[in-house]
């Protein structure tokens, strides 16, 4: 008796983990059902690979009824369950529940079921393929409800390349159906899926039925469609020999590039450099160019945009033999039309290209037709266009040398160191030391130095922040001795400033620089200052120089330690103020050799 007992309750044991599901997954409280799906993998461990494939699986198939959250962790949770289930001779089990969440309403979770199923697919062997996925699409293909056609269009290309003639021949006609569908979602997921199929289609059929779908798919009365048949050109052109690429994709190309919706023009400028490199250099010279010129003209400012920030790209890959006379003559007259566009948007794109055509078109065009539209940029109303110039200014000084740079665009430069938005102003300090290292001293000390020190003195906190580490690059860049006769003083007179924000700055500039200074300026200079302010009314300028003395120890020889840091800390470490003593505190322990 006692024994049945026992085996009962080993069984009810056994049971444990599906019975607990069951709780949760009813249990009304959506983050508790949520979890109990997240834990999956562990309930399938303690079942064991058979128990999962005939007890989990099922009940999983059988019970998807849930909140879409839900639904997608348990999509999720599938893609992953094949080792769970016994290794790729079992991966079969996952279909049905995977196919049943192929079929919901909601969007991602219908994505996340097929990217499982994809998954599987990959685990499957030629013959299981066959006798299990190809069913499955079958059933999705042939569905009442839009949901499980349009997921059916994800799973062709996973399917295809590893079934018979025979099956393949009825996938195609299976996906051409699908792209003919009544509806629109159903061929837009077709149109989407379309250059991924014809990757792994053979050549004599992608000539035979995917052109011809392709074709049709852009003529498509919904927009939607028409654009995502602009992605297919670029899949279908790289797999086409050039010779066909004319006959087969160009009238279609040229048919979207004029497309009344300007979605559709928009996709084309999206594409335009990936369809470049897979037509080639004489068809990109004899039609991209033209189409690249009318999409820069586009009347909408979303296509212009695009088209703007294709522009250096698009030049970049043009046939070398006649790059410049093809910028010159017909790029470079609607980018000068461009930097006076109305829109804001299209000129910022611009702007955080334009200066790559200047590698490109070398220093004489450079100088004479693209410095005047950079003055222009330079000084344009709006703040992100001024931002993405300055951002880019670093790929003319090879081209130009930096005395025509000084002597054309310094002006603006400077005039922008004010400027009233700070992310300006942040992207010209980040910028000084490249300019610096190339002015040299003497003119950065006519010129720029004073700028750097204004930033120093900034009413916002990331600019003051920067310039403290510019200082530090600029030190890196002249070295020590320019540091001490030029900047160092001035630096330090900040710590008589009625502001303590300034007298705080003046210590985050030690800290900045004595990584480059060394010990005897540190020693000889920075440590009396820091003295005087160690006694500074504010508590936050006395805790930051316990902060700055622990920075500084490392550099120090034990001697300097002992007369000027010690004695500093100790008094801090009695301060009224409790952050003052805890910092004091930690850079006592920290510089722990000093108080040995």
């Keep these: 008796m006692a024994a049945s007992a ?14 607990v599901l069951i709780d949760e997954l009813k249990n009304e409280d959506i ?26 699986i099922p009940f999983l198939t059988e019970s998807i009824y849930d909140e879409d959250e839900v639904l997608l962790a348990l999509a999720e949770q599938l893609g992953n369950f094949i080792p769970l289930v016994g290794g790729p001779e079992y991966a079969m089990y996952l279909i049905p529940p995977l196919e049943s969440l192929a079929t919901v309403e909601e969007t991602v979770v219908r994505e996340k079921a097929v990217e499982s199923l994809r998954t599987v697919a990959g685990q499957h062997s030629a013959q299981d393929l066959e006798v299990h996925l190809v069913p499955t699409l079958q059933r999705l293909v042939s569905g009442d409800w839009f949901t499980s056609r349009t997921s059916a269009c994800g799973l062709f290309s996973v399917c295809y390349p590893r ?46 039925d995917l052109i011809p779908t392709f074709v049709q798919m852009a003529q498509d009365e919904q927009d939607s469609v028409r654009l995502l048949a602009v992605e297919a050109c670029v899949s279908i052109a790289q797999l086409l020999p050039q010779d066909e690429v004319e006959l087969n994709v160009m009238p279609t ?85 461009l930097v006076a ?43 992100e266009v ?21 002597q054309s665009l310094l002006p603006a430069i400077v005039e922008l160191a004010e400027d009233s938005k700070w992310r300006v102003r942040l992207a010209i300090i980040e910028y000084m030391p490249l300019l610096a290292g190339q002015l040299g001293q003497e003119f950065f000390n006519q010129k720029l130095r ?16 920067a310039a403290t580490l510019n200082m530090k690059k600029i030190v890196q860049t002249f070295g020590t001795q320019w540091a001490e006769t030029n900047i160092i003083n001035q630096i330090l007179v900040m710590c008589k400033n009625s502001n303590y924000l300034h007298r705080m700055t003046c210590l985050f500039c030690i800290n900045a620089l004595a990584d480059v200074c060394g010990a005897d300026i540190i020693e000889r ?72």
């Excluded at 983050?31 to 989990?56: F, V």
């Excluded at 009396?528 to 120090?556: G, W, Y």
Aim: glycine fraction near 4%; aromatic fraction near 6%.
């Design 6 to 19: 026992s085996g009962d309750k080993a069984a009810d044991d056994s049971l444990y983990p599906i019975a």
């Design 31 to 56: 983050q508790l059902r949520l979890n109990s799906i997240k834990k999956l993998s562990t309930i399938a461990l303690a079942l064991g690979e058979e128990r999962t494939r005939n007890e989990l």
């Design 163 to 208: 079934v018979t003639a025979a099956v393949k021949s009825e996938l195609r006609v299976n996906f051409r159906t699908l792209c003919q569908d009544e509806t629109p979602m159903v061929r837009r997921a077709a149109a989407g899926k379309l250059g991924e199929f014809a990757k792994v289609v053979e050549l004599e059929y992608l000539k035979s």
């Design 253 to 337: 190309l040229r048919q979207c590039v004029n497309d009344n919706s300007w979605r559709v023009r928009y996709m084309v400028s999206e594409k335009l450099t990936d369809l470049q490199k897979a037509v080639g250099q004489e068809i990109t010279k004899n039609d991209l160019v033209s189409a690249f010129q009318f999409l820069l003209k586009d009347s909408e400012a979303e296509v212009r945009a695009s088209a703007s920030a294709k522009v250096t790209e698009f030049c970049a890959n043009l046939d070398k033999a006649c790059q410049e006379q093809i910028i010159m003559t017909s790029i470079l007259p609607c980018v000068k039309e």
């Design 341 to 383: 566009d109305s829109n804001q948007h299209v000129k910022s794109a611009l702007a955080s290209v334009i200066m790559g055509l200047s590698p490109i078109v070398g220093r004489n065009n450079t100088i004479e037709h693209l410095l005047p539209l950079f003055l222009i940029q330079l000084k344009d109303e709006w703040p």
């Design 386 to 406: 001024r931002l993405n110039i300055i951002s880019t200014l670093d790929c003319i000084n090879d081209v130009i040398g930096i005395q025509q740079l000084s």
């Design 450 to 465: 004073d700028l750097c020190f204004n930033w120093l003195n900034d009413h916002v906190y990331a600019i003051r922040e």
């Design 525 to 596: 200079l920075f440590l009396p200052t820091i003295k005087v302010l160690s006694t500074d009314p504010v508590a936050n300028v006395r805790f930051n120089v316990a902060k700055t003395l622990q920075k500084l120890s490392p550099f120090l020889d034990q001697a300097a330690i002992d007369e000027h840091v010690k004695p500093i800390l100790e008094k801090l470490n009695t301060d009224t103020d409790v952050d003052v003593k805890y910092f004091a505190s930690e850079a006592m322990v920290s510089s722990a050799g000093g108080y040995s």
